[in-house]
């Protein structure tokens, strides 16, 4: 009989959004009249924006013809979107980013997955605590932990608690690692880096030889200029940080996939003898054995997210959600409760009140309100007693759930 891959066996119970997902379908099939606002999973919900969806009609057009059909296309990206992210994402920053530098992917949730897969198996890992499940698990999965304790962190992990003190923005660790998982805007607490927080960050980073992966997936609802949106508008960045950006949330691409992340050419890690290799020839021989590149149609799409008519619809999607956000905050706050987040993020963070755990928060939502939310200890230990409350809705299912919220635990 085969042999399965027992560090499967560490992971906690389920992932958390299928165990969301369990209980809200319970709930449903005990209570099928009611009308559930969900506002858990960070899915969007706005349609396509015309001009994303005009150039992938007009990409299926060319796919239908002798002259336009494409086959395989590049494993990094077709040279027009990648263009395209150079011209547009990091140029107006003063950033300047080659080509070469650019990997076109179908998701920021899979780069992040993989990219442990060019380190070491003994590398020293650290994470901000409540951190985005999936950094953590992956690297469960591939052998680098022991076993969860009964607060839910991983021996061999070093945790960075993200708590009310620090803003939910922790800095370096003083021990030493080799990779750290950052997120900003952050997934699940919505707080946002500093420029002084990143400086930090890099200067301890290059000292200590330490590779950052920065996941800027939400950087396009950063309503406050001063804020970096790329860790590489900091001095020295290109020498220690990887960083990752999506599609999926800025422009609504949740359901057609596309993300990019970015390698500079100087960031090196070392083998076990000394010598110094380029982490961006190692992604790419990753990419072009795993991966045989996002379709021609979609990056068509992506490109179009650069267009002027994109840009101007793109960001009125951004201003929607954040109208909601704000509406979030203002009205849970209103009811007595105490919020962070959600000024340049589309998450609310929440301390749950009346003491309670934040999956009987989650349960008592879900029965007293029939409103959906996620449960911040299923992002870590540190995000016990707390929730996690999604932008991504309709503005008046937002005021609606707002309304049952206050009804069901108002002061």
Same mark, same amino acid.
């Given at each position: 009989m085969s042999r399965i891959n027992e560090h499967y066996h560490k992971l906690q119970a389920g992932y958390l959004f299928p165990e969301i997902g369990r209980r809200v379908?319970?709930?449903?099939?005990?209570?099928?009249?009611?009308?559930?606002?969900?506002? %858990?999973?960070?899915?969007?919900?706005?349609? *396509?924006?015309? =001009? #994303?969806? &005009?150039?992938?009609? $007009?990409?299926?057009?060319?796919?239908?013809?002798?002259?336009?059909?494409?086959?395989? %296309?590049?494993?990094?990206?077709?040279?027009? *979107?990648?263009? =395209? #992210?150079? &011209?547009?994402?990091? $140029?107006?920053?003063?950033v300047e980013i080659a080509r070469d530098e650019v990997f076109v992917?179908?998701?920021?949730?899979?780069?992040?997955?993989?990219?442990?897969? #060019?380190?070491?198996?003994?590398?020293?890992?650290?994470?901000?605590?409540?951190?985005?499940?999936?950094?953590?698990?992956?690297?469960?999965?591939?052998?680098?932990?022991?076993?969860?304790?009964?607060?839910?962190?991983?021996?061999?992990?070093?945790?960075?608690?993200?708590?009310?003190?620090?803003?939910?923005?922790?800095?370096?660790?003083?021990?030493?690692?080799d990779l750290v998982?950052?997120?900003?805007?952050?997934?699940?607490?919505?707080?946002?880096?500093?420029?002084?927080?990143?400086?930090?960050?890099?200067?301890?980073?290059?000292?200590?030889?330490?590779?950052?992966?920065?996941?800027?997936?939400?950087?396009?609802?950063?309503?406050?200029?001063?804020?970096?949106?790329?860790?590489?508008?900091?001095?020295?960045?290109?020498?220690?940080?990887?960083?990752?950006?999506?599609?999926s949330k800025r422009a609504g691409f949740t359901g057609i996939r596309c993300a990019y992340t970015v390698i500079p050419a100087e960031l090196t890690g070392s083998t076990s003898s000394g010598e110094s290799v380029e982490l961006r020839s190692l992604w790419s021989r990753r990419h072009a054995t795993k991966f045989n590149s996002v379709p021609y149609p979609v990056q068509r799409a992506a490109e179009a997210v650069f267009s002027p008519d994109g840009q101007e619809q793109t960001r009125q999607q951004v201003a929607y959600y954040m109208a909601n956000a704000a509406q979030l905050r203002e009205g849970l706050a209103a009811a007595g409760m105490t919020v962070f987040g959600g000024e340049n993020a589309p998450y609310i963070w929440i301390r749950t009140p009346r003491g309670l755990s934040s999956w009987d928060f989650f349960d008592r939502l879900l029965e007293e309100a029939q409103v959906v939310c996620t449960p911040g200890s299923g992002f870590g230990a540190s995000g016990e007693g707390y929730a996690r409350i999604s932008a991504f809705n309709s503005h008046e299912n937002v005021a609606e759930a707002i309304r049952r919220i206050e009804k069901a635990f108002g002061s």
């Open positions: 379908g319970a709930f449903q099939n005990d209570h099928p009249e009611a009308a559930l606002i969900r506002l %858990g999973i960070g899915d969007v919900t706005l349609p *396509l924006a015309p =001009a #994303i969806v &005009e150039a992938m009609k $007009a990409a299926v057009d060319e796919m239908a013809s002798d002259e336009g059909f494409r086959g395989y %296309g590049p494993e990094n990206g077709y040279e027009f *979107l990648v263009d =395209a #992210i150079r &011209e547009h994402d990091y $140029a107006p920053r003063g992917s179908d998701g920021s949730k899979q780069d992040s997955g993989n990219i442990q897969e #060019i380190f070491a198996q003994d590398i020293r890992i650290a994470v901000t605590d409540p951190v985005y499940p999936v950094y953590v698990d992956t690297n469960v999965m591939a052998g680098r932990t022991g076993n969860a304790d009964d607060d839910g962190r991983y021996e061999g992990l070093v945790y960075l608690p993200a708590t009310e003190d620090n803003g939910f923005m922790p800095g370096p660790p003083s021990e030493a690692v998982y950052l997120c900003s805007p952050n997934n699940p607490t919505g707080a946002v880096a500093s420029r002084e927080d990143l400086e930090a960050w890099v200067s301890w980073a290059c000292e200590h030889g330490t590779v950052l992966i920065f996941d800027a997936a939400y950087d396009a609802f950063i309503q406050d200029e001063s804020l970096p949106r790329s860790i590489y508008e900091i001095e020295g960045a290109r020498r220690c940080a990887i960083e990752m950006r999506s599609f």
